[in-house]
């Protein structure tokens, strides 16, 4: 006796004529298929997604026709008495029985009919002519709403046989393997059909015709070693109470064996499953041919250590670090001229007054105050403004500054009385360079302060491309080949033009670091006033000292002249020195921060380019892991 098969869950009756619509569970899996293919569309090639496809249109199909009836095929090789098993169970000969080789050469219906209509639009669907329909003989009740369709031979010598037995195998609800004891092992069978058909058990009977043929206990061997081969096939069996492929021995001759066959298509027919079933083996092979171009290998995603190392690549690129120790050198410098003696700051206005300017050729252009560069237009995609026409000037006494082609053929600015951007940057500037002169500016450290030129590297492109392939490595480490490509891709649309857009953010840190410190220590203020307290200490000194000597008064009142000249000769330098020493932390902090905007900056630029297209791949794929759980019933 066979095992009742286990109902399939979420499935209901819906009032037209005998339809049925899935709900639940694989209403779900239907929905999650369907909405898969939607979403992977534009990341997998057709013929990948096509058996999916096939699945979704044969269930909406199916459920289109009616639900009242079970649509059973009767399969099996040449001269195994299928059609023989066929009549038996139809009641009457209905198939052509006969010795010439191949015998069925069209699909033979039988209909059991039921008490709805519906069994039309499911022989025209399975293509079977209509001479070729018939009805029960027996009307038998336990076999209503059942269609028993004898198929042509498997390995039968006509090619459109085969063929048809293939389509129509595609689209019944549930096969009859008939096997005899001669052909039951046969390799055509068990590799091209059982085997890759092992999913669909639950929907399968295999039985052993011809048995009055053996002697004795030889059937039961015959069955044993049948069992043996389907195990090897894959194919669960229905025994114990569990799910899996009716596996029986019978006469079609003789009649042995018919009733039983009869009995377990009888409670199979009842549970009104087999559409269902078959559709649920369907959904399990079209996401196990998709598993590969659906589940990681690995975790996926990017790690924050991976974000972190773009950003540095990209703070490297700009030069984020010189930048910070350029800020904090002019800091220094700035904090020394403010705090310095007017003695120093007249020193250092005649020198750098002096300072030749120098042209491309390096010969000296001019003596004017002021000073201009050739425009340059840089244009910041996605981070920033587009400025156009902007020009990089060198504003040194007597000099020109001229943009001359850079080494790559992008532009490089040179400013008399500036420094190379390999002076600050290193050796391993690659691209355009941006070279800020002297810059003579008025704010809270004086009209007179003069900063040394602060560099910022443009962006340095190997290392742009470098930390773009790097982050999109990470992302797609893992990723099913597909997904891979799409979030490659993602990154590389998203690099297009990142190096012109971190060299704008770099024109913007260098644009507002130019005008040096914007708010002057209060300290500085004190000791500039000290700074000229003691100039004027020293001054009086002097000028007392010279009166003296010159007999302009009492020589013997030297001593009075000599220690203002000296506090204010040793007091003066020693007030520097310690000016030198206080600024020492606000310059490093204000370089620091220098540094760190420029970071930020970078990062922002890289992250809204590069790691947003990047994490809305990820995302879509997870998107497409979660529908594809659902489908595969995980």
């Not at 339809?19 to 779900?28: D, F, I, Y």
């Not at 689209?171 to 004891?181: E, F, K, Q, S, T």
């Not at 199979?268 to 990681?296: I, N, Q």
């Not at 300017?357 to 201009?372: D, E, I, Q, S």
Request: hydrophobic share 40%.
């Amino acid at each position: 006796m066979v095992q009742p098969r286990p109902p399939v869950e979420g499935y209901r009756w819906v009032a037209d004529g005998g339809r049925r619509a899935p709900g639940g569970g694989l209403r779900a899996r239907l929905e999650a298929l369907r909405e898969l293919i939607a979403l992977s569309r534009s990341r997998l090639d057709g013929r990948t997604l096509a058996a999916a496809g096939r699945v979704l249109e044969a269930a909406d199909e199916r459920y289109r026709l009616s639900g009242e009836h079970t649509v059973v095929a009767i399969a099996g090789a040449t001269g195994s008495g299928k059609s023989s098993l066929f009549n038996a169970l139809a009641g009457a000969n209905r198939s052509q029985v006969g010795p010439r080789r191949p015998t069925t050469a069209e699909p033979v219906a039988c209909v059991w009919p039921g008490g709805r209509p519906g069994a039309e639009g499911l022989l025209r669907r399975l293509g079977v002519p209509a001479h070729r329909r018939h009805i029960a003989a027996d009307n038998s009740p336990e076999l209503r709403g059942l269609i028993l369709i004898d198929l042509p031979d498997h390995d039968s010598s006509a090619t459109e046989h085969r063929a048809q037995v293939d389509r129509m195998l595609e689209l019944v609800d549930a096969v009859i393997w008939v096997v005899d004891p001669e052909k039951y092992a046969d390799a055509v069978l068990h590799e091209r059909y059982l085997r890759p058909l092992a999913g669909y058990a639950e929907v399968m009977f295999v039985v052993l015709n011809q048995v009055d043929r053996l002697p004795g206990e030889a059937a039961d061997q015959v069955v044993d070693d049948l069992r043996r081969l389907l195990d090897e096939d894959g194919l669960a069996l229905g025994e114990h109470g569990e799910p899996g492929a009716a596996v029986l021995a019978l006469s079609a001759a003789t009649g042995k064996g018919v009733p039983e066959l009869r009995e377990s298509l009888g409670q199979f027919v009842a549970e009104r499953g087999a559409a269902d079933r078959r559709l649920v083996a369907d959904v399990d092979a079209a996401a196990e041919r998709l598993r590969s171009v659906y589940v990681a290998r690995s975790q996926i995603g990017l790690t924050e250590a991976a974000r972190e190392e773009f950003a540095d690549r990209l703070a490297e690129a700009v030069g984020a670090v010189a930048t910070g120790r350029a800020a904090e050198r002019n800091w220094l410098r700035y904090a020394e001229r403010a705090c310095g003696s007017p003695w120093a700051r007249m020193r250092g206005r005649r020198a750098r007054g002096a300072r030749p300017a120098h042209g491309p050729g390096g010969a000296t252009t001019g003596t004017g105050h002021a000073t201009t560069g050739t425009g340059h237009a840089t244009t910041g995609k996605g981070c920033g403004t587009t400025g156009a026409g902007q020009a990089t000037t060198g504003v040194g006494r007597g000099s020109t500054g001229v943009r001359t082609p850079g080494p790559t053929g992008t532009q490089q600015d040179t400013a008399a009385g500036g420094m190379s951007r390999n002076d600050v940057a290193g050796p391993a500037l690659v691209g355009r360079q941006v070279t800020a002169g002297h810059r003579r500016t008025s704010g809270a450290w004086g009209g007179d302060a003069t900063g040394d030129p602060v560099v910022v590297r443009a962006a340095a492109r190997p290392v742009v491309e470098q930390a773009v392939r790097g982050v999109a490595a990470e992302a797609a480490h893992g990723l099913p080949a597909p997904w891979a490509q799409a979030v490659r891709e993602a990154a590389d649309r998203g690099a297009y033009g990142l190096p012109e857009a971190l060299d704008k953010v770099a024109a913007d840190a260098e644009e507002a670091l130019r005008g040096g410190p914007a708010v002057k220590p209060r300290w500085c203020t004190v000791a500039a006033a000290l700074q000229g307290m003691l100039s004027a200490l020293q001054l009086v000194g002097v000028l007392w000292l010279v009166a003296a000597l010159t007999g302009l008064v009492d020589a013997a009142t030297w001593v009075t002249g000599l220690l203002p000249a000296v506090i204010g000769s040793v007091g003066g330098p020693a007030l520097a020195w310690l000016c030198r020493v206080v600024a020492r932390g606000p310059a490093r902090r204000y370089g620091q921060d220098a540094e760190r905007r420029l970071r930020s900056a970078a990062a922002a630029c890289g992250r809204g380019r590069v790691l947003e297209p990047v994490a809305a791949e990820l995302l879509r794929y997870r998107e497409v892991r979660e529908q594809y759980a659902v489908a595969s019933g995980a």
